[in-house]
């Protein structure tokens, strides 16, 4: 462990020398509880995931025919720091506020059409479209950047990624692709969004409701069909939760599983999920190929600990108390889909939006739905 201004400044340090890191903050109910995180290579060669078995921190593309990339544990230095809030009013005059759009309102409404002609045609029963915004900036500074989004986003996985093949990415994401620890896999479905209006006891629309259905009952169909106990498999929720200034319908779902299931094999059946993707699975994705006409790249993949070993304090339970000096280690993985993110490119930060389309979607509603989770990213941006 050590103090929080000796790890900035080993990001800071890894960014001069053009080296690939990562540094992050997992998630938690508990704001701030998490400590900071992260492993920094400790050369520029280029790490690629293979099979799943490696073991490291990844970050994974939307299409999963593109390459995902690797910072290995044993190529890094892995630090860690108690994470302390920043003051909010820590010095910021890098930010213009001046804020372009990438994809016009138009374009996105057309999209939307489309993609309801689909549905209406039978070829979808929902598809999540998204688009792009600039945001131009003076002398961007990832660092601080960063640690704006820590302060703001207290509950969210939060990270800094760079890698010279790559560029560097942040973001502030509410979603679990997949945590597995002990036998145990644990995923979430998260589906529809309303803006935060003071409270969190809301009403939701038809529309969020059958959305969020589709995705628990997708994501459990994909898991039961891995030769696993359907019986075995719970689920709670669903239940309205809070990312930053927007609320989400949430369902938590795990199931006990065993050696002979491979990691590859639960990452295929569940991402992407028809909550950053759609159904059916194939047809919404090609969809989504062929009609956005922007490259997605990381946005809306995922990124999060590989096969990481960490010491576990044993069960303090009268049976276990002779062995209360030991620690025992277990391998866990914990994935996050890459949401509420941007990539910084020179001069301008590329903020990524999008929303679910069903057969209630309105295109006009859709479009204010992307302009407010846009507000998540932009809030770090413009004092």
């Avoid at 230095?77 to 016009?104: T, Y």
């Avoid at 946005?299 to 620690?327: C, D, H, M, P």
Wanted: charged content about 30%; overall charge negative.
């Amino acid at each position: 462990m050590i103090d929080l201004t000796n790890f900035y400044l080993r990001i800071q340090e890894q960014l001069d020398l053009d080296l690939p890191f990562v540094a992050y903050r997992k998630a938690s109910n508990t704001p701030n509880q998490e400590n900071l995180r992260g492993f920094f290579q400790k050369d520029d060669q280029t790490h690629l995931i293979h099979d799943f078995e490696e073991s490291g921190f990844v970050f994974a593309p939307f299409d999963n025919e593109q390459d995902s990339f690797l910072i290995p544990s044993d190529e890094s230095e892995f630090l860690e720091a108690d994470f302390q809030v920043d003051d909010d009013n820590m010095s910021d005059n890098s930010i213009s506020i001046e804020i372009e759009s990438e994809a016009g309102k138009q374009n996105h409404l057309d999209l939307v059409q489309q993609a309801l002609d689909a549905i209406k045609n039978g070829d979808l029963k929902k598809v999540v479209l998204s688009r792009k915004e600039s945001v131009k900036l003076e002398a961007p500074n990832a660092l601080l950047l960063f640690r704006k989004m820590l302060s703001k986003y207290p509950t969210a996985f939060v990270y800094l990624w760079y890698h010279p093949k790559v560029g560097i990415w942040l973001g502030a994401t509410p979603e679990t692709l997949l945590q597995i620890k002990r036998n145990r896999l644990k995923t979430m479905a998260l589906a529809g969004t309303q803006k935060l209006e003071n409270t969190t006891d809301v009403e939701w629309g038809l529309k969020e409701i059958e959305e969020q259905e589709f995705v628990t009952n997708s994501i459990i169909e994909n898991i039961g069909d891995l030769d696993l106990d359907k019986n075995d498999i719970l689920k709670s929720g669903p239940y309205t939760v809070q990312a930053g200034k927007l609320l989400h319908l949430r369902t938590d779902i795990s199931v006990k599983i065993d050696d002979k299931v491979k990691l590859e094999h639960l990452i295929q059946a569940i991402h992407p999920t028809p909550a950053i993707c759609g159904l059916p699975k194939k047809e919404a994705k090609d969809f989504i190929l062929k009609n956005e006409k922007y490259n997605r790249e990381f946005y809306t993949g995922f990124l999060g600990e590989l096969n990481i070993k960490e010491k576990v304090q044993r069960s303090s339970n009268r049976r276990n108390r002779e062995n209360q000096a030991y620690l025992s280690v277990v391998k866990q993985t914990s994935l996050f889909v890459n949401l509420r993110c941007l990539k910084l490119d020179e001069d301008e930060a590329i903020l990524y939006i999008g929303g679910g389309i069903t057969k209630d979607s309105d295109p006009e509603q859709e479009w204010i739905e992307t302009m407010n989770k846009a507000q998540t990213m932009k809030a770090v941006l413009v004092k």
